[in-house]
C-alpha cells in the first residue's frame, strides 16, 4: 500500500475517515470518535488512514486466507482489507452487505466499479445478503475456515448477535474477529448492539478473550483464549525452575 494508492483511496469523499467512524480520534467524551469534534480536528484527520492502518495491518501481520467483512456504508473496511490480500497475492475477500441502509450495494456492475476505482475489484465478492441468508448459501459452506472476521453489520442486538452466533464457529483455529461501533455514546437499540455483545460475551463466555480499542467508533478485537495464554511454564513454575536459564525463547 504505497502513499499513492492511500492518497487516491482517502481522495473519495466517501472514504473520509471520520464519516463512519474510522478515525484515530478518541472514541467516548468529549470527541465521541470526532463526530463532534471541530472542523480544525477534523481537518486534521482527512488525509490520515486512521484505523485503516490496523485493518490493513492486521490482514498484513496475520496472513489470513479467508476474510469475510459483515456490512459496510461505502466499503472502508473490505477495501482495506482486499488491498492488503492483493498486496499480499492472497485470495479475494468475501463481503456481506443486503444494503438495507441505501442502494449502494445494490447493483452489481456499478458495486464492481466502485471497488475497481480503488483497484481491488479482483479481490472482494460481494454477496447482497444478509449474514443470516448468506449462512445458508453454497458460498458460505464452501468457505474455508474464517482467519479474519470483521463485523460491522446491523448494530441492533440481534443482527450483530446472529452475525457472531453464525460465523464466530466457522473461525479458523486462531482466528480472529474484528468488531466495529463498540463505543457508542447512545441508548438507541439501533447502535448500542455490538456494545451489548461483547458485554454479554465477557460476563458469560471465558473462551473469549477481548481488547477494546476506543478510537473513531471504536473497535474491539475478540479471540478464542488459546494455549499459549496459559503456557504450560506457569503451571508448574516451581518444578521448571531450574531451566531458568535457557538460552531459548
Ligand atoms: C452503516 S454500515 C456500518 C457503518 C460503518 N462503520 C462503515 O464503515 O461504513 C452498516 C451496514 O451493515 C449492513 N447490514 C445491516 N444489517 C445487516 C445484516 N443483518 N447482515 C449483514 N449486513 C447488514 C447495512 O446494509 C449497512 O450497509
Known sequence: MDENWISAFLAHEEMEPNRTGHAAL???????????????????????????????????????????????????????????????DAPPITFVDPSFDDDFWTEPDRVREWFASFGVEDHI????????????????????????LFIDGGHFYEPVEADFRLMSPRLAPGGTIVFHDTVSRSANPKWSGPRRLLLEIEEQDPQWQMLDLPFGAGVTVVRRRAAESRPAYLEGLGAIWADSDSTEF
Open 26 to 88: 478518541p472514541a467516548g467524551p468529549p470527541l465521541w470518535g470526532g463526530r463532534f469534534a471541530s472542523e480544525a480536528v477534523r481537518a486534521e484527520h482527512r488525509h490520515e488512514l486512521g484505523l485503516g492502518w490496523l485493518y490493513y495491518g492486521l490482514a498484513r501481520a496475520l496472513q489470513p486466507r479467508t476474510v469475510l467483512s459483515i456490512g459496510s456504508g461505502r466499503g472502508y473496511v473490505p477495501i482495506l482489507l482486499a488491498k492488503a490480500q492483493q498486496d499480499r
Open 125 to 148: 465478492v460481494h454477496h447482497q445478503v444478509t449474514t443470516e441468508e448468506f449462512s445458508g448459501t453454497a458460498a458460505c459452506a464452501e468457505l474455508p475456515p474464517i482467519d479474519l
